[in-house]
C-alpha cells in the first residue's frame, strides 16, 4: 500500500493498541476449544455457552483491526470501490459484535466484582447505541443526491469504533493500574475505569470528527 508516513504511524498505532484484546480473546479462544488454561477464568457460564464469545472475538477483530482501513484517507480517495465492499462485511461484523456484547452482558452472570449495576446499563446503553450508528451510517451512505451523507457516514462510524475499541482503553487503563497499586481493579471502582475508558474514546473521536469536518470545510470553501 503506497501510504504516507503519518498513515503508517496510525496503523500500527491502532493494530498495536488492539492487540491486548484480541491477543486475550483470542486465548480464550484456545480455550474454548478444549486447549490449555491460559487465562484465569472467572466466569464460570463462558465455558457451559462458548459460542457468542468466540464469535464476539471474531467479529471485534474484524470490526477493530480490519476496519481501520476505512479510516485510512489515501485508500478512501484512490480505492473507493474497495472501500465501499470493505465496507459492508466490517459493518456486518461491527454489527455482530454489539450483538454479542449485549448477550454476553445480559445472560452471562459475572462477579459482582467485575460488572455492576453501573457498568451493566453502560454496555447496554452502549451496545444499543453501536448497532444504532452502524445503521445510521449505512443508511446514511445510501440516501444518493444528500451532501452531507458522506460526513455523516464517517461521523456514525467513528462513533460505532469508539465504542468497539472500549476493550483496549480498558486494558490499557486496567493494566497501567494493576502495575501501579500491584493489584488488578475490582467492584465499582473497577466500574468507574472501565466506563471513563469510554468516556475517553468519544473524546478522541469527537476530535477526529471534528478535525475531518474542518478540513472538508477548507477544502471546499473558494481561493
Not at 484484546?21 to 457460564?45: K, Q, T
Not at 484517507?73 to 465496507?87: E, N, T, V, Y
Not at 454489527?95 to 455492576?116: C, R
Request: proline share 6%; hydrophobic share 50%; net charge positive.
Amino acid at each position: 500500500m503506497n501510504l504516507s508516513r503519518r498513515e503508517w504511524i496510525f496503523l500500527v498505532g491502532i493494530v498495536s493498541f488492539s492487540a491486548i484484546p484480541v491477543i486475550g480473546g483470542l486465548l480464550r479462544a484456545v480455550e474454548l476449544a478444549g486447549g490449555p488454561a491460559i487465562v484465569p477464568e472467572e466466569n464460570p457460564r463462558a465455558l457451559a455457552s462458548p459460542l457468542p464469545i468466540v464469535v464476539h472475538i471474531v467479529s471485534s477483530f474484524l470490526f477493530c483491526i480490519v476496519g481501520a482501513l476505512q479510516f485510512v484517507p489515501s485508500l478512501r480517495r484512490r480505492r473507493l470501490a474497495m472501500h465501499r465492499k470493505m465496507g459492508r462485511p466490517i459493518a456486518i461484523a461491527g454489527g455482530i459484535s454489539a450483538l454479542t456484547g449485549l448477550w454476553m452482558t445480559h445472560f452471562y452472570a459475572f462477579p459482582a466484582d467485575l460488572q455492576g449495576r453501573a457498568l451493566y446499563w453502560t454496555r447496554i446503553v452502549l451496545g444499543l447505541a453501536m448497532l444504532g450508528l452502524i445503521g445510521w451510517a449505512w443508511v446514511a451512505i445510501r440516501k444518493r443526491g444528500i451532501p452531507q451523507r458522506v460526513p455523516r457516514h464517517g461521523a456514525a462510524m467513528i462513533r460505532a469504533y469508539a465504542i468497539a475499541q472500549g476493550a483496549s482503553t480498558q486494558a490499557f487503563l486496567g493494566i497501567g493500574w494493576t502495575l501501579l497499586s500491584g493489584a488488578s481493579p475490582r467492584g465499582p471502582f473497577r466500574d468507574g475505569l472501565m466506563v471513563f475508558a469510554w468516556v475517553v474514546n468519544f473524546a478522541v473521536a469527537e476530535y477526529a470528527i471534528g478535525k475531518t469536518l474542518g478540513r472538508r470545510r477548507a477544502s471546499a470553501s473558494p481561493g
